[in-house]
């Protein structure tokens, strides 16, 4: 079965409604439901748009990833449409969150909408219990010192720009820059100015047509402090998952 078949399947069934339910508010026959669920049909773009639409779902979600392993209620929504965000669990039902290494940092930009690229990161747990969407990201340079090259800082995922607090530190994606470790402010109504800790760096400022995702800092791990002939990426995605609570 392909997922877009599962998929309308997994969705109706959490509306609650039958074949017959749904062909009526999406105006087509009962029988066309049924070939797409059965995999006997792909709906058309524009019945995508309508399922996209009706389900709160990006297409992009609809088509290419396994709602069967996603909780609806981590789904979170941006705009008309919501993006697959799940929030990830353990066998012993503990919260666990995405690890972006750094040989994953130049594909985060195109990946970070694309389930497959996300569904591939290696995961985690934390020591704590959390609350909401969070990922770790690799940092890179020397500009938000004590962080170094190459630790970690773990985010929590903001739905909207206007939860930015002025002096605060986040982990920005941006059409520009990739992803970026810095301390806001916000200077106009759509203008964001980054601030690096290490003040050898100069500010830049960043329109929020650029920004693509922001985390709120959470806590960092500072992977600097590691032996560097030790620091390699197999033994940090180890050292992230075996980073529980004693």
């Known amino acids: 079965m392909s997922k877009i078949a599962k998929n309308i399947r997994i969705l109706r069934g959490i509306r609650g409604l039958s074949q017959e339910q749904l062909a009526i508010q999406l105006d087509i026959p009962r029988s066309r439901i049924g070939s797409y669920e059965e995999g006997r049909a792909e709906p058309p773009c524009a019945l995508l748009v309508q399922l996209s639409d009706f389900f709160h779902v990006a297409i992009d979600a609809l088509v290419r990833a396994d709602l069967s392993k996603t909780d609806p209620d981590a789904l979170m929504k941006i705009g008309k449409n919501r993006i697959l965000f799940p929030v990830l669990v353990d066998k012993e039902n503990n919260d666990v969150v995405e690890v972006v290494p750094v040989r994953a940092i130049a594909g985060y930009l195109t990946g970070y909408a694309d389930p497959e690229f996300v569904e591939d990161l290696p995961v985690m747990n934390l020591p704590f219990k959390i609350t909401g969407k969070h990922r770790a990201f690799a940092i890179k340079g020397d500009s938000m010192p004590p962080l170094k090259d190459g630790s970690f800082v773990v985010g929590s995922y903001l739905e909207s720009l206007n939860q930015i607090?002025?002096?605060?530190?986040?982990?920005?994606?941006?059409?520009?820059d990739g992803i970026v470790?810095?301390?806001?402010y916000k200077k106009k109504t759509n203008l964001y100015e980054f601030h690096s800790d290490n003040k050898s760096y100069t500010p830049y400022t960043i329109k929020a047509e650029s920004i693509l995702e922001i985390w709120s800092f959470v806590c960092?791990?500072?992977?600097?402090?590691?032996k560097q002939q030790e620091l390699d990426v197999d033994k940090m995605i180890q050292f992230l998952q075996e980073y529980k609570s004693k």
Do not use: H
């Not at 607090?165 to 520009?176: H, N």
């Not at 470790?181 to 806001?184: D, E, F, G, N």
């Open 165 to 176: 607090k002025d002096g605060q530190t986040y982990i920005v994606l941006t059409k520009e």
């Open 220 to 226: 960092s791990l500072n992977m600097g402090e590691i």
């Open 181 to 184: 470790y810095k301390r806001i």
